[in-house]
């Protein structure tokens, strides 16, 4: 499929899209007009500025992911061309289908650049990564397991950081003072603080937690 944009949405400087193994211009009418109900499947949404070779380690490691993406939409902030250079080598060899976007003023911000990757996608299932992560081989299954197992009982599922130190002194105090409970991940507490997601890893595979980690 080819064709061109009779007019780019206000605060998209350019659009192009990976189908099928060929490269197209998406027609303007269905950049969002995509329904409510969505095929199974995985999206990953990446947004990124002026950072290339940190998204370039970030593609190869969901390139080699046991489970890969359906597709893959990147919203870049970006000034010049180079992002878009790496995102399209990534297009040629990669498995999946790859959509990017570069935006400018109005629409850039992580938040912004977010809330336009989810109206991109085409599956039922989004996973937002920053594009500093690097993934472990496993991760992008795991995460959708716990969806597809638990179904309606899960709201969202975030990936735990490995590698993570020793749980900092201020912690350990706060602990001992009463301030937390527990030193359990990704928890409020009703003194208002709540606990990192980058503490030492626990052996259970799935933690019940009250936020997600934004990066993940």
């Keep these: 499929m080819t064709g061109t944009f009779s007019r780019l949405p206000d605060g998209i400087v350019t659009a ?12 303007a009418g269905s950049l969002f007009d995509l ?12 947004c990124t500025k002026d950072r290339p070779r940190s998204l370039q380690r970030f593609l190869e490691s969901l ?9 893959l939409v990147v919203v870049d902030a970006s000034e010049g061309d180079e992002t878009d250079g790496v995102v399209r080598a ?5 498995g999946f289908d790859v959509t990017y976007v570069r935006v400018s003023a109005p629409l850039r911000g992580l938040t912004k650049q977010r809330n336009l990757g989810a109206r991109m996608v085409r599956y039922d299932l989004l ?28 709201v969202g599922v975030g990936a735990r950081i490995a590698g993570a ?5 201020i912690w350990r105090t706060r602990l001992w003072l009463g301030i937390v409970p527990d030193l359990k991940p990704g928890r409020n507490h009703r003194s208002g603080m709540s606990t990192p997601w980058a503490f030492p890893e626990v052996p259970q ?5 009250d936020y997600l980690p934004g990066g993940a």
């Design 16 to 27: 192009w899209c990976k189908r099928n193994g060929g490269f197209c211009w998406r027609p």
């Design 35 to 46: 329904g409510s109900k969505l095929p199974c499947g995985v999206s990953v949404v990446v």
């Design 63 to 71: 390139q080699s992911q046991d489970r890969v993406p359906d597709e």
């Design 90 to 94: 990534f297009a040629v060899t990669s």
């Design 127 to 154: 996973a937002f990564f920053d594009d500093d992560v690097v993934l472990e081989p496993s991760c992008l299954a795991a995460m959708e397991e716990a969806h597809r197992l638990h179904n309606s009982l899960v």
């Design 165 to 169: 130190g020793q749980v900092p002194r």
């Design 205 to 209: 595979k799935l933690l019940d937690v």
